[in-house]
């Protein structure tokens, strides 16, 4: 059977007021980590972000917490290097991933990004579910096929979340949408729904929200 990935609808009223609610509840940096016994203990519900350098995920925790500059944004990719954990109210852990495909960083570093990637997504109990960023302009790309791939074999259910939806004309999205759903018909863990954001002009956030807030 083709799945067809539609867009997320609008959250309803209530599924909207209790994402509100979660991410008006206060959102904090909890710790930066570099080894998986860096961890924090796995008592919360975890969404995670995922994506190439650059696609925007740093700003994605920022507009979904409203918070200008909770999760550091910056024009150089490769900039979050850890894993950065923020807390989302007493329930919810929020997990800013390293970016990856940046092609200047040295190898080893790669490694050692990968290695902790793969450890966490496989190793994570409380991990609800990846949310995997894509630039709304380039679909998915080889690079992105790896972690892709890497959720499937973890059975970490993950949803893509198309960015920067500001940045895209009409024609333009709906080819990469097309491209998208393509794509992931061949991965088993992708959640049957996309998300398009604007973390620039707010687009999706309420919908992202409502969605964390189900995961409870
Ligand atoms: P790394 O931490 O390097 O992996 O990057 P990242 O995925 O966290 O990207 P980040 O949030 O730092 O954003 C990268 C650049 O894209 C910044 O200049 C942001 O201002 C810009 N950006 C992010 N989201 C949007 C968006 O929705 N619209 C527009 N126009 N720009 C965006
Ligand atoms: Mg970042």
């Not at 509840?25 to 995922?50: T, W």
């Not at 409203?66 to 997990?95: C, K, M």
Request: charged letters at 25%.
């Amino acid at each position: 059977m083709e799945l067809s990935f539609p867009l997320a609808e609008a959250p309803d009223a209530e599924a909207a007021e209790a994402g509100r609610r979660l991410f008006a509840g206060g959102a904090g940096f909890l710790k930066g980590v570099v080894a998986m016994d860096g961890l924090p203990p796995a008592d919360r519900a975890e969404v995670c972000f995922a994506g190439r350098s650059n696609v925007g995920k740093s700003s994605l925790i920022n507009a979904l917490t409203g918070t200008r500059a909770l999760a550091r944004t910056s024009n150089t990719p490769g900039r979050t290097q850890e894993i950065n954990y923020f807390t989302l109210g007493d329930t919810h852990y929020l997990v800013d991933l390293p970016g990856y495909g940046f092609a200047k960083a040295p190898l080893p570093v790669v490694e050692r990004w990968q290695a902790l990637l793969r450890a966490y997504l496989a190793g994570r109990p409380s991990l609800r579910r990846a949310f995997v960023l894509i630039d709304a302009r380039h679909g998915i790309k080889e690079v992105d096929e790896e972690i892709l791939t890497m959720l499937d074999r973890a059975a970490v259910p993950f949803q893509t979340v198309l960015t920067k939806a500001d940045k895209v004309k009409a024609a333009e999205r709906d080819r990469v949408l097309a491209q998208v759903r393509q794509k992931l018909q061949t991965h088993p863990a992708a959640f049957p729904e996309l998300v398009l954001t604007s973390s620039e002009k707010g687009e999706g956030i309420a919908t992202l929200r409502a969605i964390v807030a189900s995961l409870a």
